[in-house]
């Protein structure tokens, strides 16, 4: 287990939401089992160390800041092409 991993879920509902929340945030084992469980639902993960640390910082439930609007958009937007 990495104990520096970490891994931030968030949430986003076009037309209901003004940004991407935080929903779930974690390191180390708590990390893996957020990814775990994304998998299990089938849940795209990205792997993006920088973004993961500024999302880190954010409290739950808390929607994101417009600086990061921009890379969280370019993730959305992939997932959304899948």
Request: glycine letters at 2%; hydrophobic letters at 40%; proline letters at 2%.
């Amino acid at each position: 287990m990495d104990e520096d991993k970490k891994a931030v879920a968030l949430k986003y509902k076009i037309n209901e939401d003004n940004a991407p929340k935080v929903v779930a945030k974690g390191r180390g084992y708590i990390a893996e089992s957020i990814e775990r469980i994304a998998k299990e639902y089938d849940i795209h993960i990205e792997r993006d160390a920088e973004l993961a640390d500024s999302l880190y910082r954010l409290k739950l439930d808390e929607e994101i800041p417009e600086e990061l609007y921009e890379a969280v958009a370019k993730i959305l937007a992939y997932i959304y092409s899948l």
